[in-house]
């Protein structure tokens, strides 16, 4: 993060209206009151260079502590989603540093057995649950860190999946845990290993390397953006009311047609 010129008004001794007072790295700023925690950094002045990523609360890269006068608790949230409140303390964590572990998923047991050979200190969990509380996606993370000591693989993929890679509970965890790599780790192995093949998709990849839709494509390719736009936002999608997949495949809508030859009509 690092601090730029101001522009003239962004930054104001009194209080004014709709503004709050927060403090960055320590320093006091005014802000409007409805800005998140990344747009008021910005607001404030400063450039962000790490711990921004999509601004959506998907990627995880904006993991930040705060903590607010009325309480004693040190509060977390994703930046680019938390909005800002009076007189709170930021301080953004861009990294937590954490080990990533190289394996071969296929030489693997999806057991709790192979985790614990990848990442042994699973087995120091001692449930305190900080992990779950600190977490911005409200996830049950101690569940998961039990459930995988526990070898019950699935409920650990269903618990993490929203998982968005924050590192806010491994900078809290005493047992020093890196969860959301065992996460990561443990749906891999469920689903190369447990889930069952999906006979539609396998149908499909085999059915794109022989060609079958290489027409299609170079028809798509073909056609202007804007028809091209038009025709995403009305295509038919599978499961929608009336749609039907004929050999394996769903017609495009009236307007504009391919008949698989490679002729648009
Ligand atoms: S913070 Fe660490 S030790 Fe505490 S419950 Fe979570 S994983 Fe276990
Ligand atoms: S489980 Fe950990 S890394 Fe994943 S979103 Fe929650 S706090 Fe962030
Ligand atoms: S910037 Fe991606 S989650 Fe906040």
Redesign the pocket.
Known sequence: MAEQSRKSGSINPEKPKDMVPIYIMGKRYFVPKTLTI?KAIEYAGYQLKRG???????????GTVYRTPDSYKIKVG????TVVEPEMYIAQLPFYPAVKKTYNIEEMEPTAEAVLGIYPEVARCVACNTCTKVCPQELEVMDYIQETLHGNLDKVADLSFDC?MCGLCVSRCPAEIQHPFVAILVRRLYNHHLVPRSQQLAKRVKEVEEGKYDAEIKWLKSLPLEKLKKLYSTRPREGDPGVELKDNKIDWNDEVKFDYSGTNR
Not at 52 to 62: K, S
Not at 78 to 81: E, I, K, P, V, Y
């Open positions: 990344m921004a990523g999509c601004r959506a609360g998907f990627c995880g890269a904006c994703l930046a680019c989603q968005v």
